[in-house]
């Protein structure tokens, strides 16, 4: 995974959040993406939504899946790009 590729959360049509770095060539405006360092978002606690895991990342009582290579996602229904925080939080959490 580079740490150069765009840290995004990504929603699909399937209720399914997650987060990770978009890889080499990839458009956000697609319905399939892949994304490489993905993990999913099983639970995130807070009263910020899922937009604010891409503000501040997971918070406490989070769970938040193993990671994953490289993963294809369908029937993408929002792309919302991370801070830096976030990617960082994202990254390190256990």
Known sequence: MSR???????????????????????????RTLVLE???????????????????RGPEDGSTIGATAERVHLHDITSVTDCSAEAADRFESWP
Request: proline residues 4%.
């Open 37 to 55: 360092g993905c993990r999913n978002v099983i639970y995130w606690s807070g009263t910020a939504g899922f937009l604010g895991l891409a503000a």
């Open 4 to 30: 150069q590729a765009k840290p995004v959360l990504v929603t699909t049509a399937h209720r399914g959040v997650f987060y990770g770095r978009l890889a080499p060539g990839q458009d956000e405006n697609d």
